[in-house]
């Protein structure tokens, strides 16, 4: 009993598809466009990391003291896991959500070549450039063009329990190589100290590529070759890294746990007393440190990463940066919040979290106070540091890494295969 | 004819009342789907605007050619086989447990119900505390019954890492089952247990003869769904293992959301995951007809 003229399910289903198909030819691929500047005030919004680095609290005063020196901007925080940062800012790319974004030294490529973050190249002043760290500026550049603004200035350290050592009988000095720390880690297993004295963050996560970089660049290996079209860490320093790192587990001096742990685990892993060694980000003296937290406080040793047979001890270039979103309606009030966090006055107060990406820092004495034991270290670490790949598909290339090497640690591959199946894998994606 | 009017002015009065749940629908439905399959055909490889390659059916050629794909779908296919007969298992004996005339029989539904009530990121969270190889309790309890002398690394190795995946999920949805049951277990005419009982047949026997032939209305909608749901598991995996180790708990709704959101491959995203709707739509027919029959069965 139909009637005429009456919109039927189907008809009306069949209008909507129609609808929605010429709104989806219409719309071409993607929504968004491009961002401007505003007019320097107003409502901004910021993504930051809640891991490693400023803590949340330490973001949340800033943004206060911010808001106090410019009352015309107001600014929301929002905070993600490290993990869930890329994936977060590349999802909210189209709708504009953030109008300033915290990005790792490894993206700039990626975001930069995609317009995901905003070109400041003509922003960054002489100053600028002549008063931050050479590291520290490196972070948010690709290609001659800036992205943003150096914020977190990090690298991994080895971080070591004296009172371990104490009752070992290991001298502090032997931990200068890989060689040593591997047979200071035999001696406090075999006295029973500590069942696995050496804890990693061997998560297959970008943690495991960062722990991975550190030994290859000890090894004198490297990810490319010269002309970074195809992969070389599976032969030399690349190869030998993973064969290191295996040996640990094979040995029983690495906790097992370490397939499974981020910075986080290990940091809490180490303060329980449960390890000996950790490699860690600045955050992991202070918080080894805390008495709240930490059972080891007072008992921290830090040192520079260790050398391997070659005399190489780079440090993986662990930097962030924070750049203003390329579809930002507000990008003048977004740089003025960026400027302001990654002011020296600013980064100095907070150096026990990260350490200041400005030269002048380190000899200003509330920064050398603060951090005794990590400035002289991290003061020599710094101007040795070893970078990710800079290629644009960054993200799917550590994937095939941590996969095979995690192939390798957690399944028994063998390190030579494993490493040759990433290659294999990499041609595509370097292609 | 006016009556006919009449009746189409109530027509389009009714589309009125429908268009705000239709923009609904369209918006958060329709659209999306229409734009991941527009986008499946080309080589999207930015959430940003702009002009991609249109490479046809070349994204759907390359996701059956890649062996992380196929990796994935095996998987896939051992976690909804496991945790679907599992929870099919323990969610029979907590069903029958439930429906027994117990004293405190309430109490035991509330408790039954909680696992259920947690957000998957909760139980998710809950069971790497449990797992965790330094502070987990497991290894606690166990080094204390003398079971292990080490601590395990319960999530270090990927097919064991699987499987404690697995337990993690059975855990939670074994209650949603339990209820499924219980709800089929309540249609059975208590008489047909007595008269089996009078005619000499023990409990065991009178479960596998009256009562599970009884519940196959039921047993087969349970397991359509949760395979459906299995199929589609993310969460459970994104919080526990991120699909480690060693890829070993990567499944193909994860395996979609790594190609798509971390290694910006919108178009292959969007075709892997229109081959994952094709499963679940063919699982959705299956579950479609199996519940018309029982309806059918339950009316006759």
């Not at chain 1, 820092?361 to 540091?385: F, G, I, W």
Request: hydrophobic share 45%.
């Amino acid at each position: 009993m139909s009637v005429p003229n009456e919109p039927s399910r189907r008809g009306f289903l069949g209008l909507s598809a129609a609808a929605g198909a010429t709104l989806l030819l219409g719309s071409a691929c993607g929504g968004g466009g491009g961002g401007s500047a505003g007019n320097g005030t107003g409502k901004i919004r910021a993504l930051f990391m809640k891991q490693a680095g400023y803590s949340e609290s330490d973001i949340r005063k800033m943004t206060a003291a911010f808001h106090q020196a410019n009352p015309k901007i107001s600014v929301d925080v929002e905070l993600v896991a490290y993990e869930a940062l890329h994936d977060k800012i590349v999802a909210a790319a189209p709708a504009h959500t953030y109008d300033v974004v915290l990005i790792d030294v490894i993206w700039p490529a990626e975001f930069g070549s995609k317009r995901i973050v905003t070109d400041v190249t003509s922003k960054v002043s002489g100053g600028i450039k002549s008063g931050m760290l050479p590291g520290a500026l490196a972070t948010a550049e690709y290609r001659g063009h800036y992205y943003g603004l150096p914020w977190i200035l990090d690298t991994k350290y080895l971080y070591y329990n004296k009172a371990h050592l104490k009752k070992a009988g290991v001298d502090e000095g032997s931990l200068d190589t890989w060689d040593g720390v591997v047979a200071a880690a035999k001696k406090i297993k075999a006295k029973g100290i500590v069942d696995a004295p050496l804890a990693w963050s061997w998560k297959q996560v970008e943690a495991l590529i960062c722990d991975y970089t550190q030994l290859l660049g000890a090894y004198g290996g490297t990810f490319l070759t010269p002309d970074g079209k195809s992969a070389a860490f599976q032969t030399g320093g690349g190869l030998e890294a993973l064969k290191f790192m295996r040996g640990t587990l094979d040995d029983g001096l690495t906790n097992k746990g370490s397939i499974t742990w981020i910075e986080d685990d290990v940091l809490k892993t180490f303060s329980q007393g449960q390890a000996s060694f950790m490699l860690n980000w600045t955050y992991g003296f202070a918080g080894a440190n805390d008495p709240k937290a930490s059972k080891v406080a007072g008992d921290v040793g830090v040192r520079r990463t260790p050398a391997g047979p070659g005399g190489k001890r780079p440090g993986v270039n662990g930097s962030m940066a924070l750049c203003v979103s390329g579809g930002s309606q507000n990008q003048a009030a977004a740089w003025t919040y960026i400027t302001y966090l990654t002011g020296a006055s600013v980064q100095d107060r907070y150096a026990t979290s990260s350490l200041p990406c400005w030269q002048a820092s380190y000899d200003d004495p509330q920064v050398t106070k603060a951090n005794p034991d990590v400035v002289p270290v991290a003061k020599e670490q710094l101007a040795d540091l070893i970078a990710r790949p800079q290629v644009p598909r960054y993200n799917e290339m550590s994937q095939v890494l941590q996969s095979q090497l995690q192939r390798c640690l957690a399944q028994g591959e063998d390190p030579a295969a494993a490493l040759n199946a990433a290659a294999d894998q990499a041609k595509r994606i370097l292609a | 004819m006016p009556a006919s009017r009449d009746r189409r002015g109530q027509a389009w009065f009714a589309l009125a009342l429908l268009l705000p749940a239709a923009v609904v629908v369209f918006g958060v439905v329709l659209y999306p789907a229409l734009r991941a399959l527009y986008i499946s055909f080309f080589d999207v490889d930015s959430p940003m605007p702009g002009a991609y390659p249109f490479v046809g059916i070349g994204n759907y050629r390359d996701v059956f050619t890649d062996p992380q794909v196929w990796s994935a779908a095996g998987h896939t296919v051992y976690f909804t086989l496991v945790s679907t007969a599992a929870e099919l298992v323990f969610g029979m004996l907590l069903a029958l447990l439930m429906n027994a005339p117990l004293r405190a029989r309430w109490l035991l539904r509330a408790i039954v119900i909680v696992p259920w009530a947690l957000p998957t990121i909760v139980n998710g969270a809950m069971w790497n505390g449990i797992l965790n190889s330094q502070s987990g309790v497991l290894n606690a309890l166990l080094t204390q019954l003398h079971l292990i002398d080490h601590y395990v690394s319960w999530l270090g190795s990927p097919f064991l890492a699987l499987n404690l995946v697995i337990v993690a999920d059975v855990w939670k949805n074994t209650s949603l089952v339990a209820f499924f049951l219980l709800a089929g277990l309540q249609t059975i005419p208590p008489q047909l247990s007595e008269a089996a009982r009078v005619d000499g047949a023990g409990p065991v026997r009178t479960f596998f003869s009256v009562t599970l032939p009884l519940l196959r209305p039921t047993i087969a909608i349970v397991l359509v769904l949760r395979t459906m749901e299995a199929f589609k598991v993310f969460d459970i995996i994104y919080v526990m293992t991120g699909g480690g180790p060693a890829s070993g708990t990567q499944t193909v709704t994860f395996l979609t959301y790594l190609k798509a959101f971390s290694d910006q491959r919108y178009g292959y995203g969007s075709a892997m995951a229109y081959l994952i709707v094709i499963v679940i739509l063919a699982l959705s027919t299956i579950y479609l007809r199996l519940l018309r029959q029982s309806e059918m069965g339950g009316a006759t």
